[in-house]
């Protein structure tokens, strides 16, 4: 009888890697997975355009990665003539839901990587600061199969860059936050992935402390995570024995 490894047999084993406890992935959806930035730019312009608001004046690119109540009380201190946030709120989601429905095309590299991590048996979770109406939209053009657990923003209470979203997708996969890769490409983003405990690659260029920066998805590998959980878990016991 072959000695025992001290490998979980539940643990799927990649070459060059070695895990003895689960693993998972965890996604930021917008800028992640998708680029919904565009939608949101012509959703806002025509909703707040319409109250008085100069384009140039609407700039999506500071909302990345921020709760969504934020972010409305934020445009809506823009308006000449306000509104209540709910109301913002259902313009804009029913201009982008009208064209979310019909299908969005994902980031390059986003589908082959989703469908490597489930032949490999990773489990992935959907982290989203967008409300479960957005959400649910997306998830058809992604295939809402990858995704044992998905965490959208209106069911938190603090959302990114608090640490909530993360803690609660990885305590919903049932595996530590440590063994959890966030993968984002915002700074409140990677601030709420790394706050959690996380491993945290950002898809995009940033100033925040990150396990590994790539220009996009094309650049990650199943086993390229891997190695970033075992390294992870190889610090956290140097650290432990010590």
């Known amino acids: 009888m072959a000695p025992p490894s001290g490998k ?12 003895t406890a689960p693993w998972a992935v965890l996604f930021d959806m917008d800028g992640t997975l998708v680029d919904t930035e ?10 707040l355009g319409a109250s008085g608001v100069p384009t140039e004046e609407i700039r999506p690119e500071e909302l990345r990665g921020r709760g969504v109540a934020e972010n409305l009380a934020r445009l809506n201190a823009l308006a000449r003539a306000p509104m209540t946030t709910q109301e913002l709120y259902d313009r804009v989601s029913s201009r982008m839901l009208d064209r979310l429905r019909p299908g969005i095309t994902p980031l390059p590299g986003a589908v082959g990587l989703l469908r490597s991590l489930r032949r490999a048996r990773v489990p992935c979770a959907l982290v989203s600061s967008s409300y479960r109406a957005m959400v649910d ?25 608090d640490p909530e979203s993360y803690r609660t997708a990885a305590a919903r996969l049932g595996i530590a936050p440590g063994n959890c890769v966030v993968v984002e490409d915002s700074s409140a983003g ?6 959690a405990g996380c ?5 995009a260029p940033t100033a925040e402390p990150v396990d590994l920066g790539v220009r996009g998805l094309s650049g990650l590998t199943v086993e390229r995570l891997a190695r970033l959980v075992d390294t992870g878990a190889a610090r956290t016991s140097h650290r432990a024995a010590g």
């Open 38 to 47: 565009v939608l949101l730019h012509e959703a806002l312009s025509a909703v």
């Open 199 to 203: 491993v945290t690659v950002s898809v």
């Open 190 to 195: 990677l601030r709420s992935g790394r706050a």
């Open 137 to 161: 939209a997306v998830l058809p053009s992604l295939g809402a199969a990858e995704f044992a657990v998905t965490v959208a923003g209106d069911e938190v209470r603090h959302p990114k860059p």
């Open 8 to 19: 979980d047999e539940g643990v799927p084993q990649l070459p060059g890697v070695v895990l």
